[in-house]
């Protein structure tokens, strides 16, 4: 089953962090695919940072950041497999 999770607030190109507003919870080692108009991307969270921080968690309204494997898009949806 795939549940939305949170949306991409922004995308930092250098660090290839996306900025995620979440919905749902999320942890490290969830499987999840962030998909818009332009990407498809599916990828394991493997870092993950809130307020600078590396954290393992986070729940819902929280604003985090994911390394991310590919360029995503503000406005792109972030699901996770489960």
Do not use: F, W
């Given at each position: 089953?795939?549940?939305?999770?949170?949306?991409?607030?922004h995308?930092?190109?250098?660090?290839?962090?996306?900025?995620?507003?979440l919905?749902?919870?999320?942890a490290?080692?969830?499987?999840?695919?962030?998909?818009?108009?332009?990407?498809?991307l599916?990828?394991?969270?493997?870092?993950?940072?809130y307020?600078?921080?590396?954290?393992?968690?986070?729940?819902?309204?929280?604003?985090?950041?994911?390394?991310?494997?590919e360029?995503?898009?503000?406005?792109?949806?972030?699901?996770?497999?489960?």
């Open positions: 089953m795939i549940t939305m999770i949170g949306r991409v607030s995308y930092y190109p250098r660090v290839g962090v996306a900025a995620i507003v919905s749902d919870h999320i490290r080692g969830d499987r999840i695919r962030i998909h818009g108009p332009h990407d498809d599916y990828q394991t969270v493997t870092s993950m940072e307020d600078h921080n590396p954290i393992e968690e986070a729940d819902p309204g929280q604003d985090i950041g994911i390394l991310v494997n360029r995503v898009h503000e406005g792109d949806l972030v699901c996770k497999e489960s």
